[in-house]
């Protein structure tokens, strides 16, 4: 069974950064794909990026591209969010989940394990 607890949420002014982290415990394969997702108030949740472990594979929400990165550092079996560039609609609670897999997606439904959240808050 697979734990993930996110870590580095926040306020932070438009236009700052945050590095969110993602220490996961109880791999069983070498072949998970690693999301992250947000959930705003009164939205659904959406996929924000995600990362393959095999390979480091990775594929971005189009809103995200250029200013988020996603990477993982296997040995430590940690997965992080670098989000640059950051404005108010990028506040929401973000989720980091795992999965067995082979494709790096960015639908929920095909993540079985999830963290517990953190929020994250852009505002002046």
């Known amino acids: 069974q697979l734990q993930l607890v996110e870590s580095g949420g926040g306020l932070v002014q438009p236009g700052g950064s945050l590095r969110l982290s993602c220490a996961a415990s109880g791999f069983t394969s070498d072949y998970y794909r690693l999301g992250w997702f947000r959930q705003a108030p009164g939205k659904e949740r959406e996929g924000v990026a995600c990362?393959?472990?095999?390979?480091?594979?990775?594929h971005y929400m189009d809103s995200v591209k250029g200013r988020f990165t996603i990477s993982r550092d296997n040995a430590k079996n940690t997965v992080y969010l670098q989000m640059n560039n950051l404005n108010p609609e990028d506040t929401a609670v973000y989720y980091c989940?795992?999965?067995?897999?082979?494709?790096?997606?960015?639908?929920?439904?095909?993540?079985?394990?999830w963290g517990q959240g953190t929020q994250v808050t852009v505002s002046s």
């Open positions: 989940a795992a999965s067995r897999g082979l494709r790096c997606v960015l639908a929920g439904a095909n993540y079985a394990y």
């Open positions: 990362i393959m472990s095999s390979d480091g594979y990775t």
